[in-house]
């Protein structure tokens, strides 16, 4: 069959780019896809990305093939090159090279002969040698994204920052059940612990433990205000208990309701004293109450106080080594067991459990920190029942 | 009629070359038995009109081969020994002071051996320089100048010239401009042992076969125009100028053998050495164009007494023809094409 030598040439010319395209996309897919891989490897390593984030590192490979491409028409030989190529393998003497230069005439048949035979000598297109390297790269990439990683700590271990964050969020439960918080407070200290949630799920230790200690100082100076009310009303509960003036003992009752109240301390009083109270303080406005009464509501209003106070203390909000039991025997230290330089102590107690962070307990990687909190507020709505002025 | 139907001989030409050739490579082989590839080259250096250097041992029939390549083309043939007296007079004849029968003397110019269409210069490297310059006009230009008078030579004019390479003493080795002039150099090998016993047993005192003519000078002219009509393809020429230009060795493209060894490269008179030897290389093997196969079978002959050696090639024992190879193994046909 007669072989012309356009369709020879054409053909030697597609083989080249092809050949030269296999051959350089092996090479340049393999190490496009071993370089994206690395990166991926780096990038869940060391920047914590997720797998479906770190497959988007591999977009260049796409690419690899394009320039490959790009290389490979480089290497396209000319008309006349292809010719003196067909022409050398064949063994054809001069045949090709003269008629590509000269076209066909009646020595024509003699080239056709022997471009029969350079047909079969065209460049080979190495599949399996370009492809070795991409599979090995391939090979690498699969693992890269699909092995375990361990975790990686750079700075404090995420779990550090978990326990810090659930302790927060403890006091501010504790907070909340012993006292009746200000909407507002409970507001901002909701806002304030969520930033530092979102901080801690960010990866932004720094961040989270600056939220976290700003949160901590809001809810000292709020129990620290509690604790001074608290201290206050004791006096003025302990006044209401043993004045033989009925007026002045009243309106030291009255005195320490309107404290204890403005501290939050009314929080579930006990069902004589709302019974008897049940608008308050307002409620002893008009009627003189018998020294009996008095005593009797002075104590059981103390008998409240001082489970809003051991509802703290036990949260660690306040210092319960310093609440001495016999402190009810006399009446100063009946109601003041907690006052004064206790509340420091509390403080230094809590910057002592900030130091123990690295023990707390951590939280599984990837479980929310606390889905009860979320709850929080509707708790704290019902149980701000006390009377608004 | 197509342009390469213009270009390149026909078939039937070529053919007919061809036969004549072969009839004349037929009747060197008489002579020399078991030398194809010797008497190949001569025939191509003379179809090629060009000087062919035959340099070998004594008794290798190189005088032989001579005599019968002039018989057989059936032109002028003369024989000059060349020997340390001999003067330029000698070979390019002088003028003779005679009487022209009326009693006046004229000077009348003698034609020396060198008028004729084959000169067998033997041994020429026995010569002086002065003597062996005197071939130098008649091998470049074909003419002779002798007391300032410019005399043609006959057509075709070539040169065979032999040399022994042995039995220095006393010769005058040839100056490269004089090798420039070579078409080939073409080395005369020593004969097998069958071709000896054949030599033995058809031929008594070794006196080779008679030839007669089988062209005379006006087919050998047809001849010469059909080696003219041979096509050198543009990329061969590339090739051809691209090997030439590899044995300088200040060629980004030369071997590294011929950096070493090379002092000089071959001039572009090797390169149209080639070309046109690989024409008659071309007709002899029937094809109207000339083949990267065509070039590789002339070169060696062509180029490699061209190339002036430095002295570590001689302490190592390189020659021309091996520095020629390499080249030739250096210099791709063309450009590389992968796979």
């Not at chain 2, 039995?167 to 069958?194: I, N």
């Amino acid at each position: 069959m007669a072989v012309k030598l356009a369709t020879c040439v054409a053909a030697l010319r597609r083989r080249v780019v092809a050949a030269e395209w296999t051959a350089r996309a092996g090479g340049l897919l393999g190490w496009t896809i071993a370089g994206c891989a690395t990166a991926a490897l780096l990038a869940r390593g060391i920047g914590d990305w997720q797998r479906t984030e770190s497959a988007w590192l591999f977009a260049p490979v796409v690419a690899a093939p394009i320039v490959a491409w790009v290389l490979a028409r480089r290497s396209r030989p000319s008309a006349a090159a292809a010719a003196a190529w067909l022409d050398v393998h064949a063994g054809a003497a001069g045949y090709v090279v003269t008629e590509n230069e000269l076209g066909q005439s009646s020595w024509t048949p003699r080239t056709e002969e022997a471009l029969t035979s350079a047909l079969a000598a065209l460049p080979r297109v190495d599949v399996v040698r370009a492809a070795k390297p991409v599979l090995a790269a391939a090979v690498f990439a699969a693992v890269a994204l699909w092995i375990e990683l361990p975790e990686t700590v750079v700075g404090p271990p995420q779990a550090v920052s978990t326990a810090a964050l659930e302790r927060v969020e403890e006091q501010i439960e504790t907070l909340e059940d012993a006292l009746a918080v200000e909407p507002e407070l409970a507001e901002e200290l909701e806002e304030r612990l969520e930033a530092a949630k979102a901080d801690a799920e960010a990866g932004n230790p720094e961040s989270t433990f600056e939220a976290l200690d700003a949160l901590e100082q809001r809810i000292e100076q709020a129990v620290e205000h509690a604790e001074q009310m608290a201290e206050q009303a004791a006096r003025e509960l302990n006044q209401a208990a043993t004045d033989p003036n009925l007026a002045k003992a009243q309106d030291a009752l009255k005195n320490a309701l309107s404290k204890m109240d403005s501290a939050g301390l009314s929080k579930d009083l006990p069902k004589s004293v709302q019974e008897a109270l049940p608008e308050g303080a307002q409620s002893l406005d008009g009627e003189q109450l018998s020294s009996a009464e008095l005593a009797k509501l002075a104590r059981e209003l103390k008998g409240g106080l001082d489970a809003r106070l051991a509802k703290l203390a036990n949260g660690r909000l306040v210092d319960a080594s310093k609440r001495s039991p016999g402190a009810h025997d006399g009446a100063e230290a009946r109601v003041t067991p907690w006052a004064g330089p206790k509340f420091r102590a509390a403080a230094e107690s809590r910057a002592d459990a900030r130091t123990r962070r690295s023990t707390s307990r951590a939280r599984p990687r990837g479980a929310p920190i606390n889905s009860s909190r979320r709850n929080c507020r509707r708790r704290r709505c019902s149980t701000l029942n006390r009377p608004r002025s | 009629m197509t342009t390469a139907e213009a270009a390149l001989l026909a078939p039937a030409d070529v053919a007919k070359a061809r036969a004549s050739a072969q009839g004349i490579q037929d009747g060197l082989d008489r002579t020399m038995l078991g030398q194809a590839e010797l008497t190949k080259l001569v025939l191509t250096g003379c179809l090629a009109r060009g000087h062919v250097l035959l340099e070998g041992l004594p008794g290798l029939g190189k005088t032989e081969l001579v005599k019968a390549l002039a018989a057989l083309l059936g032109i002028t043939f003369r024989r000059l020994q060349f020997t340390p007296d001999l003067m330029p007079g000698d070979v390019t004849g002088g003028h003779v002071l005679e009487d022209d029968g009326s009693g006046k003397r004229n000077f009348v110019f003698h034609p020396g051996p060198v008028f004729t269409n084959v000169l067998l210069a033997d041994e020429i490297n026995r010569a002086s320089p002065k003597t062996q310059s005197a071939l130098l006009e008649a091998m470049a230009e074909r003419r002779v100048t002798v007391l300032g008078e410019t005399r043609p030579l006959p057509s075709p004019f070539f040169v065979l010239a032999t040399q022994n390479p042995i039995e220095l003493e006393g010769t005058y080795p040839l100056p490269e401009a004089q090798l420039d002039r070579f078409l080939f150099k073409v080395e005369v090998p020593p004969v097998s042992s069958g071709t000896l016993e054949e030599i033995l047993t058809t031929r008594r005192g070794g006196r080779p076969p008679e030839h007669t003519a089988v062209m005379d000078a006006g087919k050998l002219a047809e001849l010469y125009r059909a080696v003219d009509g041979i096509y050198l393809p543009k990329a061969v020429a590339n090739w051809i100028a691209r090997i030439v230009a590899s044995t300088h060795p200040s060629a980004p493209a030369a071997p590294e053998k011929v950096r070493t060894y090379v002092k000089h490269g071959a001039s572009p008179r090797g390169a149209i050495a080639i070309g046109e030897a690989a024409r008659a290389h071309a007709l002899l093997a029937g094809k109207p164009n000339v083949g990267f196969d065509d070039v590789r079978a002339v070169a060696v002959p062509a180029l490699a007494h061209r190339l002036v050696l430095d002295y570590r090639a001689r302490l190592d024992g390189v020659r021309g023809p091996d520095l020629v190879r390499a080249t030739l193994e250096a210099v791709p046909e063309t450009a590389e094409i992968a796979g």
